[in-house]
């Protein structure tokens, strides 16, 4: 299989909210309640088809170290994969990172598993750890719930060992799913633009591409293609037959 680009998968663990408020049910809360912003406890970032899960917390590293390493190992990425990353991940990382003094890291492509399953399926629920139990995959690591988190918010060393293999396994997890649902990803960043290999399979990579049919566009026809490694449908680049254009005056 042809090398591709860096693709980077990525979760975070934030803190909640911490403010003051008058009641329990529909509450507005205002700036001047709020006593403590949320913030990046943790994150897990694994590069694909590497061993080594990176994981940095403010409890063991400190939030410098920890935005420090985040910033480095996007800044190197070719592409970021995660689950609802676009709303969430993403822009928590670029708050802490503009808080910490840092410049945003070298442009990188993001693939949001999240939007390619709400694209294509129809599940009771979207929830990352529904979607990996239907599909069979491996699954979250379970815990005791919003305790841990204030647990771990108050320094207790084995909150945080859990809290480490919860974040690592959603890491581990959005690899598996990312593999699973790799033929259903429109646009994904295309791998012969990455190494200059033609005649690859533009999500995988793979030279093993069978002929099955015809792609047709509103001027031209191309031999259609589907990928025996990982069942992603494209076509080729070359029109075979095409209609001719008359310019209307």
């Not at 979760?11 to 003051?20: G, L, M, N, R, Y």
């Not at 917390?57 to 070719?78: K, R, V, Y």
């Not at 294509?120 to 139990?133: D, G, Q, T």
Request: positive net charge.
């Amino acid at each position: 299989m042809a090398t591709g680009p860096k693709i980077l998968s990525v979760d975070i663990e934030t803190s909640p909210v911490v403010a003051h408020a008058w009641g329990l049910f529909k509450q507005n809360i205002a700036i001047n309640q709020i006593i403590e912003r949320p913030r990046t406890m943790c994150f897990g970032a694994k590069f694909l088809g590497e061993r080594k899960v990176h994981w940095y917390s403010e409890h063991e590293h400190g939030p410098d170290i920890m935005f420090h390493a985040a910033h480095a190992l996007l800044d190197e990425a070719d592409v970021v994969m995660h689950y609802n990353g676009d709303r969430f991940d993403l822009p928590r990382l670029n708050t802490e990172f503009v808080l910490s003094g840092l410049t945003p890291p070298s442009p990188y492509k993001s693939i949001d598993l999240l939007k390619v399953v709400r694209r294509n399926f129809n599940f009771p629920s979207n929830k990352l750890a529904y979607i990996s139990e239907q599909l069979g995959l491996t699954g979250k690591v379970q815990h005791e719930g919003h305790s841990l988190w204030i647990r771990c918010l108050a320094g207790d060393a084995a909150a945080w060992k859990i809290m480490r293999r919860y974040n690592v396994q959603d890491v581990k997890l959005l690899e598996e799913l990312y593999e699973k649902l790799k033929p259903w990803i429109t646009g994904h960043p295309n791998f012969s633009l990455y190494n200059g290999v033609e005649g690859v399979c533009p999500n995988c990579g793979d030279e093993d591409l069978e002929r099955r049919g015809y792609a047709y566009t509103s001027l031209g026809k191309y031999q259609r293609l589907r990928c025996k490694a990982c069942g992603t449908w494209t076509r080729g680049t070359s029109r075979l037959t095409g209609a001719t254009v008359t310019h209307v005056r």
